[in-house]
């Protein structure tokens, strides 16, 4: 053999065998990323973003605060928080993390323009300071016991990469430079982010070389790519779709009750809702929410566990409380609200609607699988007691302009917050309205109750978790009881994973290649 047909031989031989040992996985995901930026909130995008930028805290699979990037936090004082950094991290270009960097990211969270940010979630913080090279001190407007689960939030970017950053920037790949197990490489809109391995990765190697995500929106499609082996592993099963993927011999099923919470939600604050109308079409003397006993009626004139199961097929869990069994927030007493048509009818005729009234609901067409359906047979189940509900369903972008205009008398939405937290869902939906401090910013039916508000503050202001979370459980409490809105169900999150393949479900439906392995 000629010595350059030999080192020929040689070349192609150990390409060949790199290319038999690489690893690469396919992600099959039903929404589409529509920006590289991380700080850019949306939840489509965080999942992909956390592959990238990491947080100071990480999050478990019920979604509870662990150390990460910050190996440790403790309140100095009622408003000081000092944060413990790695010492061993390095961005993806080489250059080390320092608690600069914390700096940017966090500022840089707080002041960033956008329809879709963080700053619902930083709102408490007044100053970020570097106490040395690892060392972060943070300093709070009030008393918040929140500051860790909300930090889980924000991913970290390099401030020598992102300082005069563009958009473009980031979703070229230039600026986007975290300190995760992947790097990014090519986002193609529409179509698929591409990942490569960070070999330098301070928690370890990565077991896959390249990761793509491709954007499936259809679910029938979904499906069969991975029935077909075009994908390793899909999100968002629908529940008419799971047996295939169960019973096919070549993938498997992964089910986990998520955070997204789908309720009603009404509007009573007001005199005359623009959608409640008498039987006449005639307006009322008064908004029927604003009676305890209308509430009640519509809470349990809602047969959630049909819902879940039927309607659903299955891809629900019926609830009547704010957090799913494991996670923060969770009411042991708090069950699913009884199914009683006969008595929602009396409790309408005690309130003086025996002939009951008109209304709509209002909810999106495109949010989850199955979300036009569940809302056309909550219409069908209220018509049935007497309120007769006519249904509007729209886009999400056209939904939550008209509710953030407060339009709606009576809606249903889905409520999942990226800390895993109830109490980011209590501040933001249940708290009385305050737009100075950023309370109640998606209090769109302006439900206030002064009990609930004080409860809120306190188990805010208490550093001890566990009385925290038991402050937070009796704000929960008091505020179902109240009606200020009617939990349906939570989501389950569900994926189809080819055989070979193991993964560990988490709380809020993300689909992380560090979660995936090899059998």
Not at 137 to 165: E, Y
């Amino acid at each position: 053999m000629k010595p350059k047909t030999a080192l020929l031989t040689i070349l192609i031989a150990g390409l060949m065998a790199g290319a038999a040992t690489a690893k690469d996985l396919v992600i099959g995901m039903k929404a589409a990323v529509d920006n590289a930026d991380p700080h850019q909130l949306y939840t489509p995008n965080r999942n992909v973003d956390l592959q990238v930028y990491e947080p100071l805290v990480y999050q478990d699979r019920f979604l509870k605060p662990v150390p990460w990037l910050a190996t440790s936090w403790e309140p100095l004082d009622d408003t000081t928080w000092e944060f413990k950094l790695r010492e061993d991290v390095k961005f993806s270009d080489g250059t080390p993390f320092t608690a600069e960097d914390v700096v940017f990211s966090l500022n840089r969270g707080i002041t960033i323009k956008g329809l879709r940010t963080y700053v619902g979630y930083l709102k408490d913080i007044a100053s970020v300071e570097a106490k040395d090279d690892h060392t972060v001190v943070i300093k709070t407007k009030m008393p918040t016991s929140m500051l860790p689960w909300n930090l889980t939030s924000i991913g970290m970017v390099s401030a020598k990469a992102s300082r005069d950053a563009t958009e473009e920037d980031f979703n070229g790949g230039s600026a986007a430079i975290g300190t995760g197990p992947y790097r990014w490489i090519k986002w193609t809109p529409g179509d698929s982010v591409v990942l490569e391995k960070n070999p330098d990765y301070w928690n370890g190697v990565e077991p896959w070389d390249k990761v793509t995500y491709r954007f499936i929106p259809d679910d029938s499609t979904r499906v069969a790519g991975l029935l077909a082996g075009d994908v390793d592993v899909i999100d968002q099963v629908p529940g008419n779709l799971t047996r295939q993927i169960a019973d096919s011999g070549k993938t498997s099923l992964v089910e986990d009750t998520s955070v997204f919470n789908v309720y009603l939600s009404f509007d009573s604050a007001r005199a005359n809702s623009p959608f409640i109308k008498a039987n006449d079409g005639s307006d009322l003397k008064e908004n029927p929410f604003s009676n305890p006993d209308v509430r009640e009626a519509v809470n349990i004139a809602i047969n959630r566990t049909g819902l879940a199961e039927r309607i659903m097929n299955g891809a629900a869990v019926p609830t009547g409380q704010l957090a799913p069994e494991g996670m923060q927030g969770y009411v042991q007493s708090l069950g699913v609200p009884e199914y009683d048509p006969a008595k929602a009818k009396e409790l309408l005729a005690r309130a003086g609607y025996p002939d009951g009234f008109r209304m709509t609901i209002h909810c999106y067409n495109n949010r989850f699988t199955g979300d036009v359906q569940t809302c056309q047979a909550v219409a069908a189940m209220l018509t049935a007691i007497g309120i007769k509900t006519n249904v509007d369903a729209m886009p999400t972008s056209v939904f939550f302009k008209r509710a953030r205009a407060n339009e709606f008398s009576f809606f249903m939405i889905m409520y999942g917050t990226p800390t895993g937290s109830t109490t980011s869902m209590v501040t933001t939906v249940l708290q009385t309205v305050d737009k100075e401090n950023g309370y109640g910013a998606n209090n769109n039916n302006f439900y206030s109750n002064p009990e609930v508000d004080a409860l809120i503050v306190e188990s805010q202001s208490t550093f001890d978790d566990a009385d925290s979370e038991e402050l937070l459980k009796e704000a929960t409490a008091a505020a179902i009881n109240d009606q200020a809105l009617l939990p349906l169900f939570f989501l389950k999150s569900s994926w189809g994973v080819r055989k070979g393949l193991e993964l560990e479900p988490r709380g809020d439906g993300f689909t992380m290649a560090r979660n995936i392995r090899e059998k």
